[in-house]
């Protein structure tokens, strides 16, 4: 990726990436399955787990870690999954001393990532091709 022309490139801190990091984590929480199976669970607990191993922010990622061994993630539906990252991400604001975010407003702010509709056959294309790679307990 070339940069354009009056284009500014900063380097990534910790705001832009946390900021990023969220919205990627409620997006997956919000398009997480209503009925997950129990495949699609062990590899949300699994994805946490590994993400939280490798989240490159060395203070972020050990807080990370701290909190998905503490409360390890609710993958039981969409709704336990959803509230679960709001309620993580509200400690992680409260430590910070920023404000919290109200919980029943969840899918208002996060839903269905709208841009992606367009590309619904895609992604499902990649979805099955992911559902096919066998998921590993080993860590």
């Not at 787990?49 to 998905?68: M, N, R, T, W």
């Not at 400690?91 to 407003?105: A, I, Q, R, T, W």
């Amino acid at each position: 990726m070339e940069k354009e022309e009056g284009e500014d490139w900063e380097p990534v801190d910790t705001t832009s990436l946390g900021r990023a990091t969220w919205t990627f984590l409620h997006t997956l929480a919000a398009n997480y399955p209503k009925k997950p199976t129990a495949v699609e669970k062990t590899r949300m607990m699994l994805f946490m787990a590994h993400f939280s191993d490798l989240y490159p922010c060395e203070v972020c990622q050990s807080g990370l870690k701290d909190i998905v061994t503490k409360t390890p993630p609710e993958v039981e539906s969409n709704k336990t999954f959803t509230r679960w990252m709001c309620k993580v991400h509200n400690g992680v604001n409260e430590h910070l001393g920023k404000e919290l975010f109200d919980c029943s407003k969840v899918d208002e702010r996060w839903g269905v990532c709208e841009s992606c509709k367009v590309y619904r056959e895609d992604l499902n294309a990649f979805k099955n091709l992911i559902r096919s790679i066998p998921s590993s307990k080993s860590g």
